[in-house]
């Protein structure tokens, strides 16, 4: 047993040789001296000036640490005299008999009062280019070093273990010339649980973020739980949870709140990152923000592969103001080719409510039961640089619009669509119109005068149609506006290089139907219009009565077809150069116009040699047709024909559509009685503006006509008594049964 004596004795004596060595060394080593040694090797390495301001102290056992006073690494040339870094005070210590086993055990490593200051010149130079070509250059060297001499056996990686890291009262500093963007991260505190290799540790971290430009004050906390498995290079950060408080007269009401709880995959050596489980809350208050708060929510999958060029989010759930919207977005390409793709929608929500929910009115409508529902889907793909819906279905209220469309080229869009609607009420959503707002709008009587706003330049904005690339067609089963009941309705349109064509657009209406077509030319500096239309078998006082909610001036079925066109820049320079043709025929109807009627009436009473008879406000007629050309804004009319029981009424005249006046003149004549009744004419005049015309009746030419009418008659009686008609044909060409009128003007001044 002596052996083992004095094996023990050994020991203590090598115990307090080394305690006797480490307390010498202790006593004797000052770290402070190795100072110059330090700045010296760190100038060789980076190229900066350091600054060991404050003591350097060192433990070694148990721990074998390092405690480091005020420090300061230099800035690059050019960015000023602030230091790249600073710090207060720095501590690492790491126990020492482990080591002898190649484990490190470290004690809490502890950083305080960290400052760094980066910063980006106009150019584009940073104040760490030359820290990153030199660190990278001597990195280099080392990976020589050791290629040249390889190790000629393995060890297993040592054991690690850190207590923890703790950074408290750091501070980042951004300045971005290029931008123009101050941004300053102050303070900054991290702490996190103990550090194994392979094994989970919690973080937590708090930090201020200002912004100058605009103030923005923003405060953001996050924790979460870290699964490395640094093996697979394979890293889960579980029970994230981040929040975000931002204050500042640019954040939507002054002040807002995001808050974020998920599970985050990360595969390091793929560079793949899943975002599992996430959820984002959102809050804004301020007096700015619709009802003074805004309320959103997250709910969704995020993975994204970058090293397969891909990403998803799947599903979306997007909740903000009562309404949600639920999804999936696919996207591949994401470092070349981009291509996206989705489907989205919102599910059933309620407009008025939502418009309620952002603090406005909702507008007042004519049936205040509309936007009470409505539900969008739509499925959509695209690159970068074009997109496409394939699929839109919005229903709103008891309407619903199907679609597609796609938009090619960003830069200069190319849009090509396709959109259906069933039926829709339009007036249902207008502004509802009292009585008295309409009597407010009908013009007061007296000569018609052009207001100023009449004559307004047109607000045609030529620059955006001339960049217009468009083309596409709509349908609607029915639709009803301004009173107006359309069915079957079919339009297609085009626009490309200023030049926009909105034809053929087709409609049933009133029991007819409706072509036409509208072309707007802005490729010149003085735009161009065309409107091509024709309406065949439309009851035109059933249309015309709806659109005005008034008694219609003609009623009637019929046929109108014109072909207008013009130019210019005003109003007033558009009724002036119109010019065209319009084509009329009217079958069974009437026109409702009662001083017309009573000329009318008067002038039948004067040829039946009668008393007028009361009429009622109308002029009932078999057929009313007629055509004029339109030049220089004045219509020309030769050819109205109206067809009445007992009368037929030619008309001629012109209207000045620059002026809103008229001067046209009908001319009456029985078509019952004798032969010579239907060669008597009543003249009677239409002259002034368009929503006072005044009626004239020329009793004298009434008179006249009257007289002739008895002469021809009794000179008729007497030739045919005293001449042969042998003799008659010789003095009259076609003999007594052609009106004696051009035989006689001189006579009675014809």
């Given at each position: 047993m002596k052996w083992l004596k004095r094996l023990f004795l050994l020991l203590i004596v090598l115990v307090v040789l080394i305690f006797g060595a480490a307390a010498i060394l202790l006593a004797t080593f000052d770290p402070n001296?190795?100072?110059?040694?330090?700045?010296?090797?760190?100038?060789?390495?980076?190229?900066?000036?350091?600054?060991?301001?404050?003591?350097?102290?060192?433990?070694?056992?148990?721990?074998?640490?390092?405690?480091?006073?005020?420090?300061?690494?230099?800035?690059?040339?050019?960015?000023?005299?602030?230091?790249?870094?600073?710090?207060?005070?720095?501590?690492?210590?790491?126990?020492?008999?482990?080591?002898?086993?190649?484990?490190v055990q470290a004690d809490k490593v502890t950083l305080e009062g960290l400052r760094v200051n980066l910063a980006k010149h106009a150019d584009g130079k940073t104040n760490w280019d030359d820290l990153v070509d030199n660190l990278s250059r001597a990195g280099e060297e080392a990976t020589e070093e050791q290629t040249a001499e390889p190790e000629t056996g393995t060890s297993p990686p040592p054991v690690v273990a850190i207590g923890g890291l703790a950074i408290t009262?750091?501070?980042?500093?951004?300045?971005?010339?290029?931008?123009?963007?101050?941004?300053?991260?102050?303070?900054?505190?991290?702490?996190?649980?103990?550090?194994?290799?392979?094994?989970?540790?919690?973080?937590?971290?708090?930090?201020?973020?200002?912004?100058?430009?605009?103030?923005?004050?923003?405060?953001?906390?996050?924790?979460?739980?870290?699964?490395?498995?640094?093996?697979?290079?394979?890293?889960?950060?579980?029970?994230?949870k981040l929040a975000i408080a931002a204050d500042g007269e640019s954040v939507p009401g002054g002040h807002a709140e995001v808050t974020l709880d998920t599970r985050a995959d990360l595969w390091l050596v793929t560079q793949r990152y899943v975002l599992d489980g996430l959820k984002v809350a959102a809050t804004a208050e301020g007096a700015d923000l619709p009802?003074?708060?805004?309320?959103?929510?997250?709910?969704?999958?995020?993975?994204?592969?970058?090293?397969?060029?891909?990403?998803?989010?799947?599903?979306?759930?997007?909740?903000?103001?009562?309404?949600?919207?639920?999804?999936?977005?696919?996207?591949?390409?994401?470092?070349?080719?981009?291509?996206?793709?989705?489907?989205?929608?919102?599910?059933?929500?309620?407009?008025?409510?939502?418009?309620?929910?952002?603090?406005?009115?909702?507008?007042?409508?004519?049936?205040?039961?509309?936007?009470?529902?409505?539900?969008?889907?739509?499925?959509?793909?695209?690159?970068?640089?074009?997109?496409?819906?394939?699929?839109?279905?919005?229903?709103?209220?008891?309407?619903?619009?199907?679609?597609?469309?796609?938009?090619?080229?960003?830069?200069?869009?190319?849009?090509?669509?396709?959109?259906?609607?069933?039926?829709?009420?339009?007036?249902?959503?207008?502004?509802?119109?009292?009585?008295?707002a309409v009597a407010e709008t009908k013009p007061a009587p007296g000569p018609a005068t052009q207001s100023p706003e009449a004559d307004d330049a047109l607000e045609l904005p030529v620059d955006m149609l001339r960049d217009l690339d468009i083309a596409g067609d709509a349908k609607i089963g029915k639709l009803k506006i301004s009173n107006i009941r359309l069915s079957d309705i079919s339009a297609v349109l085009k626009a490309k290089d200023g030049l926009l064509t909105l034809k053929p657009v087709s409609t049933?209406?009133?029991?007819?139907?409706?072509?036409?077509?509208?072309?707007?030319?802005?490729?010149?500096?003085?735009?161009?219009?065309?409107?091509?239309?024709?309406?065949?078998?439309?009851?035109?006082?059933?249309?015309?009565?709806?659109?005005?909610?008034?008694?219609?001036?003609?009623?009637?079925?019929?046929?109108?077809?014109?072909?207008?066109?013009?130019?210019?820049?005003?109003?007033?320079?558009?009724?002036?150069?119109?010019?065209?043709?319009?084509?009329?025929?009217?079958?069974?109807?009437?026109?409702?116009?009662p001083e017309l009627a009573r000329k009318v009436e008067a002038a039948v009473a004067f040829l039946q040699r009668r008393q007028p008879h009361t009429t009622g406000d109308e002029l009932i007629f078999d057929s009313l047709t007629g055509s004029a050309r339109i030049d220089k804004g004045v219509l020309d009319n030769r050819d109205l024909r109206l067809d009445m029981p007992l009368i037929l009424v030619r008309g001629e005249g012109k209207a000045d559509i620059a002026a809103e006046t008229v001067d046209y003149t009908l001319k009456l004549s029985l078509t019952e009685g004798s032969p010579d009744a239907k060669r008597v004419v009543v003249p009677i005049t239409i002259k002034g503006p368009f929503d006072k015309p005044s009626y004239g009746l020329d009793l004298e030419a009434l008179a006249t006509e009257a007289v002739r009418q008895e002469a021809e008659k009794a000179i008729s009686r007497e030739l045919k008594k005293a001449v042969p008609q042998q003799d008659i044909e010789k003095v009259l060409p076609g003999g007594l049964d052609k009106p004696l009128g051009d035989a006689l003007k001189g006579i009675f001044g014809r």
């Open positions: 001296d190795y100072k110059p040694m330090v700045v010296e090797e760190v100038k060789k390495a980076t190229g900066r000036d350091l600054q060991l301001e404050g003591d350097i102290s060192l433990t070694f056992f148990p721990w074998l640490g390092l405690r480091m006073g005020e420090a300061e690494l230099g800035n690059a040339p050019g960015f000023g005299a602030d230091p790249f870094a600073r710090v207060g005070d720095v501590q690492v210590r790491v126990a020492l008999i482990p080591l002898f086993r190649g484990e009262d750091a501070a980042i500093r951004w300045q971005d010339d290029q931008t123009g963007t101050h941004v300053s991260i102050d303070p900054l505190d991290l702490e996190t649980s103990e550090l194994e290799l392979g094994k989970p540790f919690d973080i937590d971290l708090n930090v201020r973020l200002n912004n100058a430009s605009p103030p923005v004050v923003a405060d953001v906390k996050l924790s979460t739980v870290v699964h490395p498995d640094l093996e697979k290079q394979y890293v889960v950060l579980e029970d994230l009802g003074g708060r805004v309320d959103a929510t997250l709910d969704s999958r995020v993975d994204v592969d970058l090293g397969a060029g891909r990403a998803q989010i799947a599903p979306l759930g997007l909740g903000v103001m009562g309404m949600t919207l639920q999804g999936r977005v696919d996207v591949t390409g994401l470092e070349d080719d981009l291509r996206y793709s989705g489907e989205l929608s919102t599910g059933a929500f309620s407009p008025r409510a939502l418009i309620e929910k952002l603090g406005s009115q909702p507008p007042e409508t004519a049936d205040p039961e509309v936007l009470r529902l409505a539900d969008l889907k739509v499925s959509f793909s695209g690159t970068d640089n074009s997109a496409s819906v394939s699929r839109l279905s919005l229903k709103l209220d008891d309407s619903n619009l199907t679609g597609e469309a796609t938009v090619n080229n960003f830069e200069k869009p190319a849009i090509t669509f396709k959109v259906a609607l069933d039926e829709m009420d339009a007036d249902r959503y207008l502004p509802p119109v009292s009585k008295e049933a209406l009133y029991d007819g139907r409706v072509n036409t077509g509208v072309i707007v030319d802005a490729r010149r500096d003085t735009p161009a219009f065309q409107v091509n239309t024709s309406l065949k078998g439309v009851q035109i006082g059933d249309l015309v009565g709806d659109l005005t909610q008034e008694q219609p001036y003609v009623r009637g079925s019929g046929a109108l077809s014109f072909d207008l066109k013009t130019h210019g820049g005003r109003v007033s320079t558009l009724k002036r150069q119109l010019g065209g043709t319009v084509r009329l025929a009217v079958t069974k109807g009437a026109l409702h116009d």
